[in-house]
Each structure stands twice: as structure tokens, then as C-alpha cells.
């Protein structure tokens, strides 16, 4: 999933960020989500397909991940944007401080946003689960002992560095290719966690993969959700 954190394209002249006051709060399958006041009048259609793909992709979030760990997710806020010009997709935004030095509205920190509704809907061909693999980010950061700073994360990752099993994986596009895991921790977490309930667009693709090829990332991330053994 190469939706990423955060991306910075840094412009000439900033222009000030746009007020909370500017977005409309909605209620979305129990999420909030704020949507930029002037998406839907000037592009309606993409932003009612943008807000349906969005409500699709939680209500298989409700569906796969367990109601402890849906409710946590509940606390994180997406924020929808037509074209916000710092990130061409999707990100989770860990510091109030960063969105203010590159000229964003701070109340985005701890929240998921949606920066490009078009390329939202294009990329979520390939990464179905793009949206959990963002409020992953979130529940690593906040929820997750320790957030991003997680020892047992770190260490999974060190170890699946060093058995080389993510150098040249199948990706969806059908060349292997490097993992997109290997990045960083927060990246291998939000990695396995789409593999554990949907689907990723690196192998292992899917649960029983997962547990086949990194047991000790299968089983960190069952602890880490919340995931009961009858449901394995």
C-alpha cells in the first residue's frame, strides 16, 4: 500500500491553510468525518462517489475487525478533501506541529484524510483496503502501547529485514518487487493489518499468508487487534 504517511510538495507561496469552519461534519458508520464545504457543489459526482467508496471500505472494516478495536477507530477522524495539494492520495497526519510548519490546518493531526478524491477512487483498485490501511497508522500511533515507537513492531521488522522474505514479493501488478512493509514500522504494521482483514496489494495478500510467511507479524497483530483465537 504506497498511500504513505504523509508527502510534502512544497509550493512558492503558501496560501493559508483552510479553516475547520470551511468543512461540513457528516456521520458516517459511526465515524466523523469532515468534508470540505465546496467539494460537493462544484464536483458532485465525485464527491458522492468519493463518500460512497468511503462508506463502503468502513462498513468492511465493521464487518472484519473486531468491535474493541472498530470502536477505538470510531475516535479517529477522516477529513475529506477534493484536491489538497501536500499528499496526492491518502494519509494519517501524527503531528499538529508538522501540518503548521507546512501551512495545514492543525485540527488534521490524529486524523485520516482523503487528499485527492480522484486519485482515492483510482488507487483503491489496486489497495482496496486504503482506508485501514490510514486508520491503522492511528491505531498504531494512539492506540497501540508506545505508538509508533512500539518495541515489538520495531523488532518484527528487524527480523523480517534480516530473513530477506520481503525483498522480492509478488505485487498485485504481477512483477515482485520489493515490499512496501520494509519502509518503516508504521508502514509493516499497516501492511499486515490489511492482510489480516482484507486484502493488500503485496504478498502475503491475505490472512493465511500472512501466517504462513511471517508467523511473528500474524501473531503480534492478533494480540495488537484484539482478535479472540476462536476467530482465527
Same mark, same amino acid.
Given at each position: 500500500m504506497i498511500a504513505?504517511l /504523509?508527502l510534502? /510538495?512544497?509550493? !512558492?507561496?503558501a496560501? #493559508?491553510?483552510?479553516? +475547520?469552519?470551511? &468543512?461540513?461534519? @457528516?456521520?458516517?458508520e459511526g465515524?466523523?468525518?469532515?468534508?470540505h @464545504?465546496d467539494f #460537493?457543489r =462544484?464536483a458532485p459526482?465525485?464527491?458522492?462517489?468519493?463518500l460512497?467508496l468511503?462508506?463502503?471500505q468502513l462498513?468492511?472494516i465493521?464487518?472484519?475487525?473486531?468491535?474493541?478495536?472498530?470502536?477505538?477507530l470510531?475516535?479517529i477522524?477522516?477529513w475529506?478533501?477534493r484536491?489538497e495539494?501536500?499528499?496526492p492520495?491518502? !494519509?494519517?497526519?501524527?503531528d499538529? $506541529?508538522?501540518l503548521r510548519?507546512?501551512?495545514?490546518?492543525?485540527?488534521? %493531526? @490524529?486524523c485520516? =484524510? /482523503?487528499?485527492?478524491a480522484?486519485?482515492?477512487? +483510482?488507487w483503491?483498485?489496486d489497495?482496496?483496503?486504503?482506508v485501514?490501511h490510514?486508520?491503522a497508522?492511528? &491505531?498504531?500511533?494512539?492506540?497501540?502501547? $508506545? $505508538?509508533?515507537?512500539n518495541p =515489538?513492531? %520495531?523488532?518484527a521488522l528487524?527480523r523480517?529485514?534480516?530473513?530477506?522474505t520481503?525483498?522480492?514479493?509478488?505485487?498485485i501488478?504481477?512483477?515482485?518487487?520489493?515490499? &512496501?512493509a520494509? +519502509?518503516?514500522?508504521m508502514?509493516?504494521?499497516?501492511? !499486515? +493489518?490489511?492482510?489480516?482483514f $482484507?486484502?493488500?496489494?503485496f &504478498?502475503p495478500?491475505?490472512?493465511?499468508?500472512?501466517r504462513r510467511?511471517?508467523?511473528e !507479524?500474524h501473531s503480534?497483530?492478533? @494480540?495488537l487487534?484484539l482478535v479472540e483465537?476462536?476467530?482465527?
Open positions: 504513505g /504523509i510534502l /510538495i512544497s509550493s !512558492a507561496v496560501a #493559508p491553510p483552510e479553516p +475547520t469552519a470551511n &468543512y461540513e461534519t @457528516r456521520a458516517i465515524w466523523t468525518v469532515r468534508v @464545504r #460537493p =462544484e459526482e465525485l464527491a458522492e462517489k468519493t460512497s468511503l462508506t463502503d462498513r468492511g465493521i464487518r472484519m475487525v473486531p468491535p474493541q478495536a472498530v470502536e477505538k470510531r475516535e477522524v477522516v475529506v478533501e484536491e495539494p501536500h499528499h492520495c491518502m !494519509a494519517y497526519h501524527p499538529a $506541529g508538522w510548519d507546512h501551512d495545514m490546518n492543525p485540527d488534521k %493531526a @490524529r485520516v =484524510e /482523503i487528499a485527492n480522484a486519485n482515492f477512487l +483510482t483503491c483498485r489497495q482496496p483496503w486504503m485501514l490510514e486508520l497508522h492511528g &491505531y498504531h500511533h494512539q492506540f497501540v502501547e $508506545g $505508538g509508533f515507537e =515489538e513492531v %520495531a523488532a528487524s523480517a529485514r534480516e530473513s530477506k520481503y525483498d522480492k514479493v509478488l505485487h501488478n504481477g512483477r515482485e518487487e520489493r515490499h &512496501y520494509l +519502509t518503516n514500522p508502514e509493516y504494521f499497516a501492511e !499486515a +493489518t490489511e492482510a489480516l $482484507g486484502a493488500n496489494d &504478498y495478500f491475505v490472512r493465511a499468508e500472512l510467511h511471517d508467523p !507479524a503480534l497483530l492478533m @494480540r487487534w483465537p476462536r476467530d482465527e
